[in-house]
């Protein structure tokens, strides 16, 4: 009898006693900024025959540029939204940032001519806070 016990009992000791630990994770919500870039912010650069929109974004600080990630998506008005870089309809979009703004440029994906952006872009920016 008291080996048909016996194993109920270790695993019963194991199950009640199994080991808890408290975990402290911390959550750190993204932020994510939603906008437009009209067609009249973009401008000619002619040293690489590209189109660049300079946007005001005072959410990236120097901190956030120090040590948090940004990602940049786009999107033509049909709610897609499309991450950078990207080449969308033979033109090749990047970006950049430094504190306080947002460097999108838009040039043809061969290299030669400009290519002008004719409609509106919506643009989502998203800050991925780091943990440090």
């Known amino acids: 009898m008291k080996t048909f016990i016996l194993p109920f009992i270790i695993l019963g000791t194991i199950f009640f006693s199994s080991c808890t630990t408290e975990k402290n994770e911390v959550v750190i919500p993204n932020q994510t900024i939603i906008g437009n870039v009209a067609t009249n912010m973009w401008v000619l650069n002619t040293g690489n025959n590209s189109y660049q929109a300079i946007l005001n974004i ?17 999107s033509f008005g049909s709610n897609i939204w499309e991450p950078l870089p990207q080449v969308f309809g033979g033109v090749s979009y990047l970006y950049s940032y430094s504190p306080g703004k947002l460097y999108l440029d838009a040039q043809n994906a061969t290299g030669t001519a400009p290519v002008k952006i004719t409609a509106p872009i919506d643009i989502k920016i998203v800050i991925i806070k780091s943990q440090y």
């Open 58 to 74: 005072p959410e990236l600080d120097g901190e956030t540029v120090e040590l948090d990630a940004v990602q940049v998506y786009i």
